[in-house]
Each structure stands twice: as C-alpha cells, then as structure tokens.
T-cell receptor, first 112, second 115 residues
Framework: LAKTTQPISMDSYEGQEVNITCSHN???????ITWYQQFPSQGPRFIIQ?????VTNEVASLFIPADRKSSTLSLPRVSLSDTAVYYC?????????????WGLGTSLAVNP | DTGVSQDPRHKITKRGQNVTFRCDPI?????LYWYRQTLGQGPEFLTY????????KSRLLSDRFSAERPKGSFSTLEIQRTEQGDSAMYLC?????????????FGPGTRLTVT
C-alpha cells in the first residue's frame, strides 16, 4: 500500500495561491491520487482526483508529474474558509480504495 | 438526496457499556465504510461493506467491534464493553462502485466519549 508524505502545516493569506505537495514514492500503476478537505468536527470532503498530468475542477487543480511519485494540490486565491486539513491519498481505483491509508494531512491556515 | 447521515451525532457513555451507531449512506451507493478518527490524526479504516457483504475488517479492530449492513442499506457499528480508548469520532462514508471516480462521501460523524 502506497504511503504519502505531506507537510504537517502551512500558512497563507487571503487571495494567495496555495500549493500543497504530497510525496508518494511507492505509488502503484493502478493507483489514483485523491485529495480530501476536512473542517473541524466534520467528515472529510472530496476535492479532486487524478491519475497523471493535470486535472482541474471548480475548486482546485491537481498537478501530477510524469513519474507520479508526487502530486501538488493547487488552491487558487484562498479565502479564510479554506482553512482546513487537506489529505492526500493514493489507491487502486478499480476496487481497492477501501484500503486507503490516511496520514496526518496538511493543516492549512489562511490568515486575513 | 441529503447525503450520508449518522446518528447519533454525539454519544457519552460510561466505560463498560455497549453503544450502537447508525449510518445511512447515499441511496444508490453500494459501498459503505467505517472509520475512526482521533484528534490530530487522519481517519483510520475500520471496516468496509459492498452491498450487504462485509468484505474487510481492519486487524486493528478488536472483537468488541462489530458492524452490520442488513439488506445493503443502512449500517450499524456496535462497540461492546466500551473503554476510554474508544473515545473518538466515528465516521461513515459511502461510494459507488462503477465506471468513473470512486470518491467517498462522508457523513458528519458520531463523536463518542467514554467516561
């Protein structure tokens, strides 16, 4: 099972772009990379998922280099409400995502 | 569809008592997961159902924990003879196994406090 490594915490200011990088050196061929957001006392919320290159949705972008050993979640123009913990996970999208291993995540603090 | 719901949202119990939590997944989702999360940690996988079948159970889960999903709809998680170390947030998530992405949709959680 692929493990991930992320910074424990990050600080930013409103309006800035935030990039959170995750390392997953042992990612398997069938693994997808998924990011979740969690606010205090709430369940995690899916943000974005990708396999390679770049994925963009209305919330974020996900950049994945060719070797797929890392990925970067990009949050454009963050606001105070983006203060949360962000988790990076890797897993087999074909059916084994029940074994996703959740690390400590990255605690993002957005300051005014 | 109102998403994944969990009941109760909070539970305080005395050590040694049994507790049961309920999870109602998104109706068309055939996969259901239970996680446990303590302060400052990521969710820890407990068990997983596909329809009514419990396909995996974490080795970290003691025999005091049991989960069911009758008829592949709602699920219950029971903890027998609770211990103070069981105090945590218990999260339920559901997903749909089919073409496309497999993101898990989480409920609000049940916070258990064992005194």
């Amino acid at each position: 099972l692929a493990k991930t490594t992320q910074p424990i915490s990050m600080d930013s200011y409103e309006g800035q772009e935030v990039n959170i990088t995750c390392s997953h050196n042992n990612i398997a061929t069938n693994d997808y990379i998924t990011w979740y957001q969690q606010f205090p006392s709430q369940g995690p919320r899916f943000i974005i998922q990708g396999y390679k290159t770049k994925v963009t949705n209305e919330v974020a972008s996900l950049f994945i280099p060719a070797d797929r050993k890392s990925s970067t979640l990009s949050l454009p123009r963050v606001s105070l409400s983006d203060t949360a913990v962000y988790y990076c996970l890797v897993g087999d999208n074909a059916g084994n995502n029940r074994k996703l291993i959740w690390g400590l995540g990255t605690s993002l603090a957005v300051n005014p | 569809d109102t998403g994944v719901s969990q009941d109760p949202r909070h539970k305080i119990t005395k050590r040694g008592q049994n507790v049961t939590f309920r999870c109602d997944p998104i109706s068309e989702h055939n996969r259901l997961y239970w996680y446990r999360q303590t302060l400052g940690q990521g969710p820890e996988f407990l068990t997983y159902f596909q329809n009514e079948a419990q396909l995996e159970k974490s080795r970290l889960l003691s025999d005091r924990f049991s989960a069911e999903r009758p008829k592949g709809s709602f699920s219950t998680l029971e903890i027998q003879r609770t211990e103070q170390g069981d105090s945590a947030m218990y999260l339920c998530a559901s997903s749909f196994r089919g073409p496309g992405t497999y993101e898990q949709y989480f409920g609000p959680g049940t916070r258990l406090t064992v005194t």
